[in-house]
């Protein structure tokens, strides 16, 4: 644990970290400034900002420094924990570059999704859709969101490529127990594990 920023930069030079909680209030270097140097250094450690500063605009420029998560104080430990293990969660997709659900494994480098002798490599887009949806199990994404960030803002395909996409995974995924793409009413898409 350091008492200040610095202190933190410090450890972190000289010991393996797999999480950071900052706060924003600390002495010598505040919270937004040192995750903001960790940023700009390409360190991709997840953090978790804790703070009492409840404003929204306290929140929207933790995320813009590049924080991962964000609570404000009083914390409830029970849900700290559980932020922090979808935070490691998260990481450890990241880094490994796979998904693995039940029997399945979702493999990045090689746009395969595996279960069991069954191995399918699909199309790139296909494979980053269905890739985002099961990084985040349960979360709702709205196509617009979809598309942006699997095709890009400068893309020209109109919002229903996305729905053609998870029609076309729905019907190539749909013997697998393992998961199961839901159309949420109204917002978008997601993805809960059903046997997992």
């Not at 999480?19 to 002495?27: A, E, F, N, Q, S």
Request: aromatic letters at 8%; one cysteine or more.
């Amino acid at each position: 644990m350091a008492a200040d920023g610095i202190e933190a930069l410090e450890i972190l030079d000289k010991y393996h970290v797999d999480l950071i909680i900052v706060d924003i209030m600390m002495p010598k270097m505040d919270g937004y400034e040192f995750t903001k140097q960790l940023r700009d250094s390409n360190c991709q450690l997840p953090i978790l900002m804790v703070t009492a500063k409840h404003l929204q605009e306290d929140k929207h420029q933790g995320f813009i420094v590049g924080t991962d998560d964000y609570m404000t104080k009083p914390v409830d430990k029970d849900e700290m924990l559980l932020r922090i293990k979808a935070l490691l969660r998260r990481s450890k997709i990241v880094n490994d570059h796979k998904i693995v659900i039940g029997n399945v494994t979702l493999d990045y480098d090689a746009l395969t999704v595996s279960r069991g002798e069954d191995r399918q490599t699909l199309p790139p887009k296909e494979f980053y859709l269905l890739y985002k949806l099961l990084a985040y199990p349960g979360q709702i994404f709205t196509r617009l969101q979809l598309l942006d960030e699997i095709w890009g803002l400068d893309s020209e395909s109109a919002d229903n490529t996305v729905n053609v996409h998870i029609n076309r995974l729905r019907n190539r995924f749909e013997m697998y127990t393992e998961f199961e793409i839901q159309t949420v009413r109204g917002l978008g898409y997601r993805v809960v594990k059903v046997d997992a």
